[in-house]
């Protein structure tokens, strides 16, 4: 086997790779400038994870929308209510996390980069506002963006919506 025979395949590996990256940049770019803009925040550390499922990997089930939104909904919102009910402990943390994972397989949302909402809402004692900006208008920028990102590159996504 020649080198020759395994450029092409590798040149278009790499320029899929290129495009995935894109796909995420552009998201982020887009949460970032329109959140400075309207000065409502629309990002969060776990979206960076969450941008890695919907653009590298759009045919997951841990990548539908019915996953990003639902699962960083759900997990935030278990994270707030212990926080505002029991406060912040090493035990209610963890609890957090657990309800959160037991939530969203329940309701068939599982997202893993929502694992670390209640963590995050926890340690930074975060206010009920948290869950509408930056969790519900980021996870639906995100959707957005991976949809017309997905629909110009002539990807079928999402796979389902609910």
Known sequence: MNSSSTTPSALR???????????AFLAVL?????????????????????CVLAFAVPDSPLAQP?????GHLLSTAIGLVLLHTAGFHAWSAALAL????????WT????????????LVMMAGSAWSFLWS??????LL????AWGYHRVCRRTYPQRWL
């Open 13 to 23: 590996k790499g320029i899929a790779y290129g495009l995935q990256g894109a796909g």
């Open 30 to 50: 887009a949460a970032l400038l329109l959140g400075q803009w309207s000065e409502v925040a629309l990002l969060m550390a776990p979206f960076g994870a969450s």
């Open 66 to 70: 019915r996953s990003i939104v639902g």
């Open 98 to 105: 657990g309800l959160a994972i037991m939530a969203m397989q």
């Open 108 to 119: 068939r949302t599982l997202h893993p980069p929502a694992g670390a909402d209640p963590l």
């Open 134 to 139: 930056p969790v519900l208008l980021g996870s």
């Open 142 to 145: 995100i959707v957005a963006v």
